[in-house]
Nanobody, 133 residues
Framework: QVQLVESGGGLVQPGGSLRLSCAAS????????IGWFRQAPGKEREGVSS????????YYADSVKGRFTISRDNAKNTVYLQMNSLKPEDAAVYLC??????????????????????????WGQGTQVTVSS
């Protein structure tokens, strides 16, 4: 079955950097999308960034553009989220999620859905990011 395992969270000072990893397994489709989301206490889950595997296209929430970079290493089946210039408001549990089409399907998520939680079928357990001095 599909499994996603996040790692790389921790405590960092404002202005610092962290790199999160999402190791994926259990599927072989080329048309999947991986999204990074975050959820702070009392707040809704927020889409941060996503990447489509078929063409490598990437997408970012306005709040993180220019500071976060999503990338992939297909040989390791891992998607990364490099987070620079971290701010206290970036503190949250960060989760990766996967949208995996049915075998034989070449369906890809539309751009409008890539940063929404609802299309994603599979979720990791999350990793805590704390930004504090």
């Amino acid at each position: 079955q599909v499994q996603l395992v996040e790692s790389g969270g921790g405590l960092v000072q404002p202005g610092g950097s962290l790199r999160l990893s999402c190791a994926a397994s259990g599927f072989t489709s080329d048309y999947y999308a991986i999204g990074w989301f975050r959820q702070a206490p009392g707040k809704e889950r927020e889409g941060v960034s996503s990447i489509r595997n078929n063409d490598g296209s990437t997408y970012y929430a306005d709040s993180v553009k220019g500071r976060f970079t999503i990338s992939r290493d297909n040989a390791k089946n891992t998607v990364y989220l490099q987070m620079n210039s971290l701010k206290p408001e970036d503190a949250a549990v960060y989760l990766c999620a996967a949208d995996v089409p049915s075998p034989g399907s070449d369906y890809v998520l539309p751009v409008s859905a890539l940063l929404r939680p609802w299309p994603y079928d599979y979720w990791g357990q999350g990793t805590q990011v704390t930004v504090s001095s």
